[in-house]
């Protein structure tokens, strides 16, 4: 079935991952966070018992960098059973240290499809995680202009966006969302009556995906490059 995006006048956006590399350097970290605590477990375990770790404390310190640290701290205090060096932990906290300093590398043809769809829409940025750290990456991306409202999010799901959408007196029928996660940016929009457009990262958090029951019956498109956008949207 085709879908009518003749009606869309305000076009939202994710930022990591959607914009910009991201999860890149996440995975990135895992690795060097599982060589420092190689003497304790395995590679593999320790993956595990990190990912238990963050997804436990997302009720108390959300998402990004500075959660991911936090975890992996307390995810080392417990597989060394607190017998950790304060070397190795300093080596943590330097790891979510270069996390932050890392480069904002913009994902192809971002910035020329931005160029042209401000031109018709009113585009938003709609992402979540730490706000002095998405401030920063936004700040470092040089796309600021092209968005008329930036909302850091505490989570993505039906009622943060009916919240947000509220707010700036958007019709649901006339919004688009553009994302690479099915569970964060397409699907709890399709649920409350706006349309999505999924383009995958290479890369996905575990805690990201979905089941294909989840996704079974939704209407939503998938395109594998932003520059597709141009052609489905009017």
């Given at each position: 079935m085709e879908i009518d995006y003749s009606g869309i006048k305000v076009i939202g956006f994710d930022a990591d991952d959607t914009l910009w590399v991201n999860e890149t350097y996440f995975r990135k970290a895992e690795e060097e966070?599982?060589?420092?605590?190689?003497?304790?477990?395995?590679?593999?375990?320790?993956?595990?018992?990190?990912?238990?770790?963050?997804?436990?404390?997302?009720?108390?310190?959300?998402?990004?960098?500075?959660?991911?640290?936090?975890?992996?701290?307390?995810?080392?205090?417990?597989?060394?059973?607190?017998?950790?060096?304060?070397?190795?932990?300093?080596?943590?906290?330097?790891?979510?240290?270069?996390?932050?300093?890392?480069?904002?590398?913009?994902?192809?043809?971002?910035?020329?499809?931005?160029?042209?769809?401000?031109?018709?829409?009113?585009?938003?940025?709609?992402?979540?995680?730490?706000?002095?750290?998405?401030?920063?990456?936004?700040?470092?991306?040089?796309?600021?202009?092209?968005?008329?409202?930036?909302e850091v999010l505490s989570d993505k799901k039906e009622a943060n966006y009916s919240k947000l959408l509220n707010h700036l007196d958007i019709n649901p029928s006339e919004f688009l969302m553009i994302g690479n996660s099915l569970k964060s940016d397409i699907l709890p929009l399709v649920n409350i009556e706006a349309k999505a457009i999924h383009v995958p990262f290479h890369t996905t958090w575990a805690h990201e995906m979905v089941t294909e029951k989840e996704t079974n019956g939704k209407q939503y498109k998938t395109i594998q490059t932003l520059r597709e956008l141009l052609k489905l949207v009017p």
């Amino acid at each position: 079935m085709e879908i009518d995006y003749s009606g869309i006048k305000v076009i939202g956006f994710d930022a990591d991952d959607t914009l910009w590399v991201n999860e890149t350097y996440f995975r990135k970290a895992e690795e060097e966070f599982a060589k420092l605590l190689s003497e304790f477990e395995t590679p593999n375990k320790i993956d595990q018992e990190l990912f238990k770790m963050e997804i436990g404390n997302l009720p108390l310190y959300g998402y990004g960098v500075k959660a991911f640290t936090l975890s992996m701290v307390e995810c080392a205090l417990e597989l060394s059973n607190y017998t950790i060096s304060n070397e190795k932990i300093q080596k943590i906290l330097n790891i979510g240290k270069n996390m932050l300093n890392e480069p904002v590398e913009l994902l192809d043809g971002v910035e020329e499809v931005l160029e042209k769809l401000s031109k018709k829409y009113r585009l938003i940025l709609a992402t979540k995680g730490d706000l002095l750290d998405q401030e920063r990456k936004l700040e470092k991306s040089g796309l600021t202009s092209y968005f008329h409202h930036i909302e850091v999010l505490s989570d993505k799901k039906e009622a943060n966006y009916s919240k947000l959408l509220n707010h700036l007196d958007i019709n649901p029928s006339e919004f688009l969302m553009i994302g690479n996660s099915l569970k964060s940016d397409i699907l709890p929009l399709v649920n409350i009556e706006a349309k999505a457009i999924h383009v995958p990262f290479h890369t996905t958090w575990a805690h990201e995906m979905v089941t294909e029951k989840e996704t079974n019956g939704k209407q939503y498109k998938t395109i594998q490059t932003l520059r597709e956008l141009l052609k489905l949207v009017p």
